[in-house]
């Protein structure tokens, strides 16, 4: 199985902030990434998806990159419904792992 | 709009079944795959089982092969997990999720999740 290492595994950050996530395959993924978030007792949500492509209807602070093994997740302004835990996921090979979660929490 | 209802959750004793649901709507629901996603309490997401549009392939994390079988009606555009011999470790809320059918297949509509405790 494939191994989705997220860092850091939380993270504390203002409103306005920058913050990226990092997201490790185990083994070269090429681009079968999806980014998600999930606020408290809700379901997740798909932000992003094949590593860059970003979901109908999220806001443009959302970015992704990288390919193979590496990949980051970049809000650019963080706002105040931003602060959940976000997961990556590769869909590269069956079993679809996810990564253990960062959690964001407002400083 | 898109939308999933899990239901068939609830408390049930290790080694018996449970049968979960997803019923859907909005959509063409024979034209998409679908997945099972769980979560356990207080931990993070892991990806169950994948099945395709016409229901002619399955995959499932090794951890539930053999216990678990994803299936769908598409008369009645329903998933379901039948869900056998449970372990405690089974505990989770259990989320449906469409495929996108885009490329690196996002799950981009969810369930609000239905929860499962296995009690030892």
């Known amino acids: 199985d494939i191994q989705m290492t997220q860092s850091p595994s939380s993270l504390s950050a203002s409103v306005g902030d920058r913050v990226t996530i990092t997201c490790r395959a185990s083994q070269s993924i090429s681009s079968y990434l999806n980014w998600y978030h999930q606020r408290p007792g809700k379901a997740p949500q798909l932000l992003i998806y094949a590593a860059t492509s970003v979901q109908s209807g999220v806001p443009s602070r959302f970015s992704g990159s990288g390919s193979g093994t590496d990949f980051t997740l970049t809000i650019s302004s963080l706002q105040p419904e931003d602060f959940a835990t976000f997961y990556c996921?590769?869909?590269?090979?069956?079993?679809?792992?996810f990564g253990q979660g960062t959690k964001l929490e407002i400083k | 709009q898109v939308k999933l209802v899990e239901s068939g959750g609830g408390v049930v004793q290790a080694g018996r079944s449970l049968r979960l649901s997803c019923s859907t709507s909005g959509f063409t629901f024979s034209s998409y795959g679908m997945h099972w996603v769980r979560q356990a309490p207080g931990k993070g997401l892991e990806w169950v089982a994948v099945?395709?549009?016409?229901?002619?392939?399955?995959y499932y994390v090794d951890s539930v092969k053999g216990r678990f079988t994803i299936s769908r009606d598409n008369s009645k555009n329903t998933l379901y997990l039948q869900m056998n011999s449970l372990r405690a470790e089974d505990t989770a809320v259990y989320y449906c999720?469409?495929?996108?059918?885009?490329?690196?297949?996002?799950?981009?509509?969810w369930g609000q999740g239905t929860l499962v405790t296995v009690s030892s």
């Open positions: 996921q590769q869909t590269y090979s069956t079993p679809y792992t």
């Open positions: 099945i395709w549009h016409d229901g002619s392939i399955k």
């Open positions: 999720a469409r495929d996108a059918r885009v490329v690196a297949s996002p799950c981009d509509s």
